[in-house]
Structure formats: C-alpha cells, structure tokens
C-alpha cells in the first residue's frame, strides 16, 4: 500500500494512493498514519478490506497539499557516510561501524513545502536518502531477518544541512541537522510488502533541473537490515520511528566546485517506487 497524509499543516487527513493514481479518503477507518497504526496488523488489515472492496471515498488532489507520510514521530536516526561512492569522492575511509546522530521530528514536513535557508547560512546542502518506517518495537534484534521485519514501510527524506553549522561552529552535528524545515519527508510511506530489495532502489537528486546525485541503494556500506540491527542495539527502535539511511555521492559538501544552496533554488528528488519530492527555497 501507498500510505499519505493529506490536507493543510497540522490537519492532515490520511489517505491512500491506488495503483491507478486515485486518492481515497482513509479518514472513516483509520484516525491516522502513525506509529499506532503502523503496529496494528488489525487496523492495517481493515485498510486492505477498504481498498480492496473499493468503498473509500475518492479525493480530488487538485490544490491538496502532501504532508509528512507519518504522524507524531518520536525520533529520527540518522547514518552518515554510508554509500561507497560517497565515501571515494569524499576520499574518507570506509566505516567500520556505522556513523550515527539524531534529527529532531520538527525538522520535518512535506515533500513539496518550502525550506527555509538559515539567517547566516553559507553552506546549506542537499542530501537524498531513503527513509526506513519502523512498525514494531526492536531492541537487541538478533538477526537480519527480525530487522526487516520490524520495518513498516520506506519513503523518500531530504536530510537537508548547513555543512558550516556542522563542521565549523564546535561541538557535534546537531547544529547544522537540525534546523526548521530541514527534513522534507514523503510523499508515501510504502509498505514493506511492496519493496521486495530495499537495497535496489534508484535514488536521484536535482538543484534547478541539474542532475546533483544518481545512486542505489546497493551502493550503501551497511544496508537496512544491518543498520536496523545495529541501531537496535544501542536505542529502542519504536513504531513510527524513522531512519535516513545516508546520501550518496553528489551533495554540495563533496561535490568540487557545486554551489551551496540560496533562496529561489529548487530541489527535486526521487527514489524508485517510493515517489519524488520538490522544494523551493526561501530565505527564514
């Protein structure tokens, strides 16, 4: 299933995407996509009756904005140098362990709202990545095969950064991670049944129509059982919880001579199956 929020800021309405492009309301069976939701097999099976007995009401998508594909997330995770094209054209040593840091859920919104560049910003950077959804709670999971089962479905993120925040103003990530409207998120959260390889997906970026990243994730060093795995092992992992897998080669930081991102810019992003993204940028 296609999963989506749709509707103004703060009053989504969930909805599902059919195969054809139609949009159904999914208001009158369940209240929300969220980490409630995504753990219920019940709740998730009257969804499947509703689709498949063509009883959802059909919504008119002209003018209807896409917001975040999950509700009231509790935190993001977030893995850094994790594609071995990254890592040659950023000329770093590959990993041993995977690099991790957190993104505060308010950073998010819809895959098509404005970002907003930092007063002072220099460096404001792009960075596609597939986005793991998890459905159950994990901790310690014991295998690859517990780890994707414990994943709900995958979306597109744009882990947006200001790489001067990061590197050059002291202390950890956080300062260039975590900035309002720095993770557009969406537009659908597919089921994990309907991504039989997440480690086959075409991932793409472009600024004002300029091809920036071309990828798979089959380039990732640790792929998403492995980084579900892990992560399990050193923080609870609970439904509704998100995971930005990395970028790939091509962002801003490792890309000689690209330009850092400026208000009027546009952003577009696409992984295979999973959607595309747009964004326009406006000075905060």
């Given amino acids: 299933m296609k999963l989506l929020r ?3 800021a703060g009053g989504e309405r969930p909805a599902l995407l059919e195969e054809d492009g139609t949009l159904r309301d999914l208001s009158a069976v369940v209240p929300d996509v969220d980490g409630a939701l995504l753990s219920d097999d019940a709740a998730l099976a009257r969804v499947r009756a509703a689709a498949g007995a063509r009883i959802l009401p059909a919504l008119d998508p002209v003018g209807l904005r896409t917001g975040p594909p999950v509700a009231r997330i509790g935190k993001i995770v977030c893995v850094g140098v994790n594609y071995h094209d990254l890592v040659a054209e950023a000329r770093m040593a590959t990993p041993t362990e995977p690099v991790l840091f957190l ?7 819809g895959p098509d709202d404005t970002v907003l ?3 002072g ?3 404001t950077d792009w960075e596609a990545e597939l986005a793991v959804v998890i459905g159950r709670t994990a901790r310690y999971l014991g295998s690859d095969a517990e780890a994707l089962a414990a994943v709900a479905g995958y979306t597109v993120s744009n882990d947006v950064s200001e790489r001067a925040y990061q590197y050059e103003r002291g202390g950890q990530w956080d300062k260039g991670k975590n900035c309002e ?12 049944d ?3 390889d997440p480690q086959a997906l075409r991932i793409r ?3 004002n129509g300029e091809p920036m990243q071309d990828s798979s994730t089959a380039r990732q060093v640790f792929p998403v059982a492995r980084l579900v795995r892990y992560i399990s ?3 609870t992992l609970y439904p509704g919880d998100v995971i930005n897998t990395g970028t790939p080669a091509g962002a801003a930081l490792t890309r000689p001579g690209a330009r850092y991102l400026r208000a009027g810019d546009v952003m577009e992003l696409e992984i295979e199956g999973l959607g595309r993204q747009r964004q326009e940028l406006k000075d905060a």
């Fill in 205 to 207: 970026l472009w600024v």
């Fill in 233 to 235: 092992g050193f923080m």
């Fill in 117 to 119: 560049v930092p007063r």
């Fill in 194 to 196: 309907e991504v039989p």
């Fill in 103 to 109: 993104k505060a859920p308010d950073t998010v919104v």
């Fill in 181 to 192: 409207t720095f993770n557009p998120l969406g537009p659908w959260l597919v089921t994990a």
């Fill in 121 to 123: 910003s220099e460096k």
């Fill in 6 to 8: 749709v509707g103004p």
